[in-house]
Each structure stands twice: as C-alpha cells, then as structure tokens.
C-alpha cells in the first residue's frame, strides 16, 4: 500500500507524534530519509534531510486520489488548525511503496513564518485521529473542502492583515453554501455552531469581519471596517479554529446536506 509523507520544515513537537490508524505523525527513519535524497537526486535535484525531520503519513487510498501539491495544503490546513499561533509549512511531500521513494515534490517555503504553537491539549496520538477526522470529513464533502483549507493556510501563513483577514473571511463563507442573507447567515450561524456564554459577541465580531470582507471585494475603502476587526486577529483565530474543528468534526458523521440544514436550524434554537 502506497503512503503519502508531508515533511515540514521544522521538526513537529513530540506531544504531536502519534497513530491513529492510516494516519501517523513521526520522525523519519533513517532508511527513509535516505531514499527521499536518492530520488530527488536521481532526479538531478539534491536534498538533505536532518536526522530530526518529521513527517505527517497518511495511506494513499485515504486521501481520495489528491495531487501531491494538494496533499500538502490539506496537511498544512490540519496542522494550522492545531495552531495556536504562527504556521508550520510543508516543504517536500514524497510517496513512498513499501520501503521505495516513488515519486517527490519539493516545494518552495516563499517567505518567513512565525514558528508555530501548537494547542497544549493536543497530545499524542490525538493529532493524528484530528487527521483522520479531516480526511474523513473530505471525502464527505466531496473535495469540497479544498477552498477551505486553501484559504485558511493562506490566512495562517500571510503576515498583511488586510490580506489575512480576508482570506479568513472567504474560508469561513465556504461553509455557509448560501447565496441570501450570506451576512446575516455568517454570523448568526456560524457563531451558533460553536456556541457559548458570548455568542452575540461572537456574532457581532463575524458580521463585523464579513462587512470588511464586503467593502474590500466591492472595491470601497475598508479603512474603518478594518481598524475595527483588526484588534480582533487573536480571537477571530481562536474563533475560525473552533468554527472549523466543529464543521469537520460533523461532517464526520453527517452529510454536507446535514450540515446545511444544522446551519439553518440554528437560526431559529
């Protein structure tokens, strides 16, 4: 059985590594390693491999036919969602058969990150069955996540806050799958998916993000709108993390139908 590795750039902590079935997070072997550079290098490309570099592994036939560059978002989006702060990219993806590097893809890291926090709770082999939820959740969806967690690895790793928040913005509209009311249904529903002593609150910063996220696509000037989110960015962050877990967490037991209908009932709970 073929497995699909996402190597990050940075060694990922120890409470992270675990198995979850098809799913695992580890260090490399030394063998694997190894075979990752001779294919790259028979290939005319040279890598090097520390000895701590770590991986996300996940069975081939769990990943519902994705591209390599596809695996690493969606690898990337699991991780970001685990992150309390800062991103953690994926630089090489390899597919190994057996003991075999078959095929690489090196990908290049275009600007610096913050280093990631992870989630202290999130120990052990609970990252991993967080990836098996998420795959899980994708072949629900139909690859229907893909806008998802593009967006939100583009939110994670952008340092412009006008271009951040707006690509937090359009992540979380790609849940909604309305097209009336979308600002209304952004945050009343969205706010009532996670729930809380602060709801309104909640809801009241989402519709404040989303009329920034209005002016900016319809070309007007987002100066206010902006300067009233933007002290926001830690909760909004706090926020889409426990937005997004919630939806792929349900999904794993519902259909996207399901889901639509839970975002309308909540209107009138």
């Known amino acids: 059985?073929?497995?699909?590795?996402?190597?990050?750039?940075?060694?990922?902590?120890?409470?992270?590594?675990?198995?979850?079935?098809?799913?695992?997070?580890?260090?490399?072997?030394?063998?694997?390693?190894?075979?990752?550079?001779?294919?790259?290098?028979k290939?005319?490309?040279?890598?090097?491999l520390p000895s701590t570099t770590t991986a996300v592994v996940v069975a081939q036939n769990e990943t519902d036919r994705a591209s390599m560059e596809e695996?690493?978002?969606?690898?990337e989006f699991a991780l970001a969602v685990l992150t309390?702060?800062?991103?953690?990219?994926?630089?090489?993806?390899?597919?190994?058969?057996?003991?075999?590097c078959t095929d690489g893809l090196e990908r290049p890291?275009?600007?610096?990150?913050?280093?990631?926090?992870?989630?202290?709770?999130?120990?052990?082999?609970?990252?991993?069955?967080?990836?098996?939820?998420?795959?899980?959740?994708?072949?629900?969806?139909?690859?229907?996540?893909?806008?998802t967690a593009d967006r939100f690895v583009r939110y994670s790793r952008t340092r412009n806050s006008l271009d951040s928040l707006l690509d937090l913005c359009i992540c979380l509209e790609s849940l909604i799958d309305s097209q009336t009311e979308i600002s209304f249904r952004f945050g009343t529903c969205l706010a009532k998916v996670i729930g809380g002593r602060e709801a309104e609150e909640t809801s009241d910063l989402l519709s404040d993000l989303y009329d920034f996220r209005s002016r900016?696509?319809?070309?007007?000037?987002?100066?206010?709108?902006?300067?009233?989110?933007?002290?926001h960015r830690v909760k909004l962050r706090f926020l889409a993390r426990s937005i997004l877990t919630g939806?792929?967490?349900?999904?794993?037991?519902?259909?996207?139908?399901?889901?639509?209908?839970?975002?309308?009932?909540?209107?009138?709970?």
């Open 71 to 75: 695996f690493a978002v969606l690898v």
């Open 43 to 48: 290939a005319n490309f040279k890598i090097e």
């Open 216 to 231: 900016v696509v319809h070309g007007a000037d987002a100066t206010k709108e902006h300067r009233k989110v933007d002290p």
């Open 109 to 147: 890291d275009p600007q610096p990150n913050d280093p990631p926090t992870f989630a202290k709770k999130v120990v052990k082999g609970a990252a991993s069955t967080w990836l098996r939820h998420f795959f899980a959740a994708r072949r629900k969806a139909k690859d229907k996540l893909h806008v």
């Open 1 to 41: 059985m073929a497995d699909l590795y996402a190597l990050t750039s940075e060694p990922l902590p120890k409470t992270l590594h675990g198995a979850d079935g098809n799913f695992s997070i580890r260090t490399l072997s030394d063998h694997e390693r190894i075979a990752i550079e001779d294919h790259f290098f």
């Open 84 to 100: 309390v702060s800062g991103f953690q990219p994926v630089t090489t993806v390899a597919t190994f058969n057996a003991t075999t």
């Open 247 to 269: 939806y792929v967490l349900y999904l794993t037991e519902h259909t996207k139908d399901e889901w639509k209908r839970h975002l309308r009932s909540a209107l009138f709970a």
